[in-house]
């Protein structure tokens, strides 16, 4: 069963749109969602993370919203441009940063 | 940039084979993982250390084994490699106060023919 829910699996937005990525978790027990971003032949870098005790994290133009009664989170990419071009995974643990339970992944592209 | 390195970043090797991959940290986390990632998949946990000798199995059930001799150094091993291996797989490291992020490295590409 998957812990992690994510969609959609390929997105495509022209440069300077918003590009939205959802997740649904399971467990109310997780307490750290993080975003990870993956370029090709690279390793995930995080992007942003959130804890459930706030409801929107933003750092730039990437903003995590998150419903806890709903237990679903979202990354929003405001002004998307082409470099952020790339694979996005949410993810959900228990304790911060430990033992990650991934989300299936988002391929996005932006065209100019 | 994270300090956490893997080797090698490719490797294309015959089926039977033994083979080693290597990660090694140099932020002294004591928190060290293995990840598993199919093309185009989501990761999955195959195994982690909390600290030197120690090792526990992720979720993803692996026949791969690791060691922690060294707080900096946590290599995984296959005894005899089968296609069904062919896969990337990342290392990762966090802190113990899991007030940071997980670093990953760059991972390796195993291809097994």
């Known amino acids: 069963q998957q812990q992690v829910k994510q969609s959609p699996q390929s997105l495509i937005v022209q440069k300077g749109g918003i590009s939205i990525i959802n997740c649904a978790y399971e467990?109310?027990?997780?307490?750290?969602f993080p975003w990870y971003q993956q370029f090709p032949g690279k390793g995930p870098a995080l992007l942003i993370a959130i804890r459930p005790d706030v409801s929107e994290k933003k750092e730039g133009r990437f903003t995590i919203s998150f419903n806890k009664s709903a237990k679903q989170f979202s990354l929003h990419i405001m002004d998307s441009q082409p470099g952020d071009s790339a694979t996005y995974f949410c993810a959900a643990s228990y304790l911060g940063p430990d033992k990650l339970i991934f989300g299936t992944g988002t391929r996005l592209q932006v065209f100019p | 940039e994270a300090d956490i390195y893997q080797t090698p970043r490719y490797l294309v090797i015959g089926t039977g084979k033994k083979i080693t991959l290597e990660c090694s940290q140099t932020?002294?986390?004591?928190?060290m993982y293995w990840y598993q990632q199919d093309p185009g998949m989501e990761l999955h946990l195959i195994h982690y250390s909390y600290g030197v000798n120690s090792t526990e199995k992720g979720d993803l059930s692996s026949e791969s084994t690791v060691s922690r001799i060294r707080t900096e150094h946590f290599p995984l091993t296959l005894e005899s490699a089968r296609p069904s291996h062919t896969s990337q797989y990342l290392c990762?490291?966090?802190?113990?106060?899991?007030?940071?992020?997980?670093?990953f490295g760059q991972g390796t590409r195993l291809t097994v023919v």
């Open positions: 990762a490291s966090s802190d113990p106060t899991g007030l940071t992020e997980a670093f």
């Open positions: 467990n109310t027990a997780f307490d750290y």
């Open positions: 932020m002294g986390h004591d928190k």
